[in-house]
């Protein structure tokens, strides 16, 4: 029989930070299966015990080699099966990934929690991300070739349309609207992956991931749509759900969630 299930996906910005605020005690009323956590800016023996009270089987987290930079970490009671830091990818060792392979029904499964690279502070960083956008996409695809589907959820720090972002015009030259940065997304969906906000939601607008702490942004709703849920193709109809969790408080980001019936 088959058996819902709640992924969620939030940058942070500061999981000690979050800690603080309390802000991730909604999780423990939330009946999450899997909790991807972006940007915790720790090492594993830094993340709180206090976050939430639910004792999840696993925590596996990537940590930068600079300490207080990036970092991910996952949460889930679902069995894993292999779990690593895709070095392959994350080639500077910045933390950016949570790779972890899993069977849900009949499907043989590989899950990303990702934190792509911003690329505003300078064009080397904007070179680099666009290279690890491309290892990604590579990776992606030689697990697809092994028979895995996928499943990518985190901050692809890119809004894809104009539709995902309050004030297109303005943002034309910046990093995260960029043409070539929104040009690989479309490429990457190409390669038979799915938006799944988009699947669900069709072109409503103004939902947005991320605002700027400057200017009561979030306030006025002038956001941006970075964070994403991307599955394979051949996951489409086991969609039940996915969606913007955006009264959430605690960082520049809001949750997102896809709900899954496998």
């Known amino acids: 029989m088959a058996q819902t ?10 999981i000690r930070a979050v800690d603080k605020k309390e802000a991730l005690k909604w999780v423990d009323e939330a009946n999450i299966d899997l909790l991807g956590i972006q940007e ?48 392959s990818v994350d080639i500077l060792e910045e933390g950016r990934i949570n790779e972890v392979h899993f069977t849900l029904g009949n499907k043989d499964i590989a899950f990303f929690n990702v934190y792509f690279p911003n690329g505003q502070s300078k064009e080397e960083r904007l070179t680099y991300k666009m290279e690890f956008y491309d290892r990604f996409l590579d990776h992606c695809e030689n697990l697809k070739s092994e028979g895995k589907s996928i499943i990518v959820c985190g901050d692809v720090n890119t809004a894809h349309t104009e539709i995902d972002i309050a004030r297109p015009k303005a943002n034309e030259k910046t990093s995260g609207f960029l043409p070539m940065e929104r040009d690989w ?27 700027s702490y400057r200017a009561n942004a979030r306030a006025n709703n002038v956001g941006w749509r970075i964070d994403y849920f991307y599955i394979s193709e051949d996951l489409k109809e086991y969609v039940k759900d996915a969606y913007i969790l955006d009264e959430i408080m605690g960082s520049d980001h809001c949750p997102i969630g896809l709900e899954m019936e496998l």
């Not at 299930?5 to 910005?13: A, D, Q």
């Not at 969906?189 to 069709?202: A, C, M, P, Q, S």
């Open 5 to 14: 299930y709640k992924f969620i996906s939030w940058n942070v910005n500061g």
């Open 40 to 87: 915790t800016k720790s090492m594993k023996t830094q993340i709180p015990d206090s976050i939430f009270e639910k004792n999840y089987k696993t925590l596996f987290a990537s940590e930068s080699k600079i300490k207080g930079r990036s970092g991910t970490a996952l949460f889930t009671d679902i069995e894993t099966t292999f779990e690593c830091t895709c070095p």
């Open 185 to 211: 997304i479309t490429k990457f969906l190409n390669h038979g992956y799915i938006d799944t906000f988009r699947l669900v939601n069709g072109d409503i607008k103004d939902k947005y991931s991320w605002w």
